[in-house]
């Protein structure tokens, strides 16, 4: 199912342009519900995967 699908997809890159595509076109093809809106944030982010650092407002540092 998409849903499925979604909750298996997972993606890292750190342009914030390039993650909001990606959101935006993973959602046109599997549907644009509230679950899948929900799935797809969590699981498409803006980091540095290499340093395990978050581009956004956190401080947090991302665990993969």
């Known amino acids: ?5 979604l909750q298996t997809t997972y993606g890292v890159d750190i342009m914030p342009d390039n993650i909001e595509h990606c959101q935006v076109r993973l959602l046109q093809i599997a549907g644009a519900t509230e ?4 799935i797809v ?3 498409i982010r803006c980091a540095d995967s290499l340093n395990n650092w978050p581009f956004d407002d956190t401080s947090e540092v991302l665990e993969y």
């Open 41 to 43: 944030e969590e699981n």
């Open 1 to 5: 199912t998409p849903t499925q699908a």
């Open 35 to 38: 679950e899948h809106f929900d």
